[in-house]
C-alpha cells in the first residue's frame, strides 16, 4: 500500500498562510487546530485556479506575466503565496493602464501590416488565423482597435465555430 500525500495551505485568522504535507483528512484537522487556521485547501485546487488566471491575463491583456510567475512557482524560485501575489499584482496593473503591446500578438499583427494602428479590415482575418490562442489576440485587437470589433468578432466566430 502507497500513501498519497497531499499539500495543503492553512489560512490563518491573521491571514499568513503556512503549507503542510497531509496524507489523510485527520492530519488536516490536527494542522487547523494547530494552526488556529481558518481553513485548509489542498494547493492543487489552488494551483489550478491561479493557472486560470494567468490565462485570463493573456486572454484580457495578451500578457504572459501571470505564466511566467507560475514558471518562477514550478521552479521553486518561489512560493505559492508570492504567486498569488504576483498573479494578483499583475492583474491590478494590467486592468488599471492604458493598453500593452503583446511582441508575441504584434508578430502576427507584423505579417499583415507596420503596426496594428494601420491594420486593415480585410487583414483580420489573416492575423487571427496565425495567433494560437483566438480567444486572446481577438481581445487584444478590440483593445487596440476597437472600430474593428465587429470584424474581429465575425472572424473570431468562423475560426472557433464546431462544424
Given at each position: 500500500?502507497?500513501?498519497?500525500?497531499?499539500e495543503?495551505?492553512?489560512?490563518?485568522?491573521?491571514?499568513?498562510?503556512?503549507?503542510?504535507?497531509?496524507?489523510?483528512?485527520?492530519?488536516?484537522?490536527?494542522f487547523?487546530?494547530?494552526?488556529?487556521a481558518?481553513?485548509?485547501?489542498?494547493v492543487?485546487?489552488i494551483?489550478?485556479?491561479?493557472?486560470t488566471?494567468?490565462?485570463?491575463?493573456?486572454?484580457?491583456?495578451?500578457?504572459d506575466?501571470?505564466?511566467?510567475a507560475?514558471?518562477?512557482?514550478?521552479?521553486?524560485?518561489?512560493?505559492?503565496?508570492e504567486?498569488?501575489?504576483?498573479?494578483?499584482?499583475?492583474?491590478?496593473?494590467?486592468?488599471?493602464?492604458?493598453?500593452?503591446?503583446?511582441?508575441?500578438?504584434?508578430?502576427?499583427?507584423?505579417?499583415?501590416?507596420?503596426?496594428?494602428?494601420?491594420?486593415?479590415?480585410?487583414?483580420?482575418?489573416?492575423?487571427?488565423?496565425?495567433?494560437?490562442s483566438?480567444?486572446?489576440?481577438?481581445?487584444?485587437l478590440?483593445?487596440?482597435?476597437?472600430?474593428?470589433?465587429?470584424?474581429?468578432?465575425?472572424?473570431?466566430?468562423?475560426?472557433?465555430?464546431?462544424?
Amino acid at each position: 500500500m502507497t500513501t498519497s500525500y497531499t499539500e495543503y495551505e492553512f489560512t490563518k485568522r491573521d491571514g499568513t498562510k503556512v503549507y503542510e504535507i497531509c496524507t489523510c483528512a485527520a492530519d488536516v484537522q490536527v494542522f487547523l487546530k494547530m494552526h488556529d487556521a481558518e481553513n485548509a485547501q489542498p494547493v492543487t485546487l489552488i494551483f489550478e485556479a491561479l493557472q486560470t488566471r494567468a490565462q485570463s491575463i493573456v486572454d484580457s491583456f495578451g500578457s504572459d506575466r501571470g505564466f511566467n510567475a507560475i514558471e518562477d512557482y514550478c521552479d521553486r524560485l518561489i512560493d505559492l503565496t508570492e504567486l498569488e501575489k504576483r498573479i494578483a499584482n499583475s492583474e491590478n496593473e494590467l486592468s488599471n493602464s492604458t493598453p500593452r503591446r503583446n511582441i508575441r500578438f504584434d508578430q502576427y499583427i507584423k505579417v499583415a501590416a507596420d503596426d496594428i494602428s494601420v491594420l486593415r479590415k480585410q487583414d483580420v482575418y489573416r492575423v487571427m488565423d496565425l495567433a494560437c490562442s483566438k480567444v486572446g489576440i481577438a481581445k487584444y485587437l478590440k483593445m487596440h482597435r476597437p472600430d474593428l470589433a465587429d470584424e474581429i468578432d465575425s472572424v473570431l466566430h468562423e475560426l472557433t465555430a464546431v462544424i
